[in-house]
């Protein structure tokens, strides 16, 4: 149902995250739910929740925890913001790749998978290397994927 009324949209806990940053309970976060979207959580058991939002603007996580019995108490919600703050943490993209595997990736991303360490001037294994490394950076598990996602983040 929230992903097909497009309740994202108009979900009072986003609204929050893209405005605030830290933690809150729903209960206090004066955020209006002209949809009722709390409301309708209630239904399905969702009672108590807190929202958490951190990170820069251009790399927001904002997260969301719920119980039926109860409010969470304050340790749960330092807890639970100190988990999603360290999940964002890990995850955020690299700034940058070295040299070494910006042209490893170009070499690949351009169709000179054969001939991409002849082109580099540099052994096969010495290729292998700048690609793991480069996957390693980019959390990725293929060279493919990890290619994509320099491109997204435009470091190639």
Not at 36 to 55: H, P, T
Not at 64 to 87: N, V
């Amino acid at each position: 149902m929230y992903n097909k009324e497009a309740y994202a949209l108009r979900d009072p806990m986003i609204t929050w995250g893209f405005s605030e940053t830290g933690v809150q309970r729903w209960s206090a976060m004066n955020i209006p739910d002209p949809f009722d979207i709390l409301g309708q959580a209630r239904e399905f058991g969702m009672n108590y929740g807190i929202i958490v939002s951190c990170g820069l603007m251009k790399s927001r996580t904002i997260a969301s925890g719920c119980r039926s019995d109860r409010e969470f108490t304050a340790d749960e919600m330092s807890a639970y913001s100190k988990l999603i703050k360290h999940l964002h943490d890990i995850t955020q993209p690299p700034q940058a790749l070295t040299d070494a595997q910006i042209e490893a990736s170009r070499c690949i991303a351009e169709g000179d998978r054969n001939a991409a360490a002849a082109r580099l001037n540099i052994s096969e294994s010495a290729l292998k290397v700048r690609l793991s490394s480069a996957l390693t950076s980019l959390m990725a598990r293929t060279t493919a994927e990890a290619i994509q996602r320099a491109r997204d983040y435009r470091l190639l």
